[in-house]
C-alpha cells in the first residue's frame, strides 16, 4: 500500500531506511488490519530494521492484501500462534479501536511489547488494566500518535523548540480536520462505543502533541465538545469535537477536530499546529500548504530575526520508530516515556466523557 494522501484511512507515510538493528534482531508481527494506519506502523518500523515476520486478521483479504505490500510476511492461523512464538519481540495492530487495549494486554502477558494504533483505548478502565498489566510485566505499551510521530514537520518543530528558537512555549493550537469518505467506511466507524468518539479517536492526537512540545507531566480539562452537524444517518456518530486544556506548567491548549473536510483539498486534511512562545510562532502545516504548494510537511517560524519558511519533506525522517527499537531491545525509554503515552490517552478519554453534546440533530447543549 503506497502512501494515499487523499484518504486519511488509507495515509501509511514512507521514509528512508534507517536501521538501528542488524537482520533479524528485532522480529515483530501485526494482528489485527481493520484500519490502514497499520501499513503506516510497519513501514515505519520495518525501515528502521525491524523483520516483519507474522500477520493475523480474520478477514483473509486483509490478509492477503497485505502480503502483497509485505510479500515475506507469513499467515498466522490465529493470534495465539504468534503469541506463542519466542521469537517475536513486538506485536503492532490497527484492530477496531474497542479491541486494541485488552490485544496489548494478552500481547504483554506473553512477553512481548505492543505497538497500536491510536487510539489504544476507548474506556479508562481498559487504559487502567493496560497501566496495571505494563507495570507488572515491565513491557511496553507503544501507542502510534502519527500525526506528531510520523510527520517530519512535526519532528522539525521539535528541534527549533529545543533550540530555543521561540522561547518558552505559552499556547499550542492543534486543528485536526479529517475527510469523512463515508461510503468506504466500516460499520464500527459510526459506533462511539468501537471507536470511542471523537476525541478520543482523533483528538488523541492533538493532546498527545499539546504534552509534548507544552513539556507538560499533567494537564486538565477545562472544557470540551462534541456535535453531529451533519450526519444524520448515523445520529450517535461526532462529526465535530473541541477541547481546552491547562498544562501543570501553565501552558494551554485549544484543538478542534472534525469530519468536515471538503472534496476540493488535494489531501484529507488541512492538519495544522500553531506554537506560540515568548519569542516568536511556529506554524505547522503537515500535509498540505493550502492553495500554494501540494507538498506537505512546511514549517513556518516567525522570530526576532524575521519571518522563516522550512520545507522538510524528506529532510528529518522519522526517528520514533528507531528509538523504540531500540527501547524494545535495551529496556530504555527514548522514543516515549510510557507515563506519557498513558497520560495523552486518559486526557483524551475524560475530554470526551465530560464533553457537551452540541449542534443538530440533538438540540440545546447537553452533557454526552
Known sequence: MSVQKADGMNYAPKGRAQAVCGPGQFRIAAIGLDHGHIYGQCNGLTEAGAELVWVYDRDQAKVE????????????????????????????????????????????????????????????????EARRVAAETGRIFAVYYAERLHSEAAVYADELIRRGAIGRVVQILGLGPHRLNAPARPAWFWDPRAYGGILVDIGSHQVEQFLYYAGASGATVLHSKVGNYNCPDHPEFQDFGDATLLADNGVSFYCRVDWFTPKGLGCWGDGRTIILGTDGTIELRKYVDLARDKEGDQVYL????????????????????????????????????????FLAMELALKAQAQALRVGPPHGPAVRS
Not at 68 to 79: I, L
Not at 316 to 321: L, S, T
Open 65 to 128: 492484501a497485505f502480503r502483497k505490500t509485505y510479500p515475506g510476511v507469513k499467515p498466522a492461523r490465529s493470534e495465539q500462534e504468534i503469541l506463542d512464538d519466542p521469537t517475536i519481540h513486538l506485536v503492532t495492530s490497527a484492530c477496531v479501536p474497542c479491541d486494541r487495549g485488552p490485544l496489548g494486554v494478552r500481547v504483554m502477558r506473553h512477553g512481548k511489547d505492543y505497538l497500536a494504533d491510536k487510539p489504544a483505548f476507548t474506556t479508562l478502565d481498559q487504559l487502567e
Open 302 to 341: 516567525v522570530d526576532h530575526q524575521g519571518e522563516h519558511r522550512f520545507a522538510v519533506h524528506g529532510q528529518v525522517g522519522y526517528p520514533y520508530f528507531g528509538r523504540l527499537i531500540q527501547d524494545c531491545l535495551h529496556r530504555t525509554e527514548t522514543a516515549m516515556p510510557q507515563r506519557h503515552t
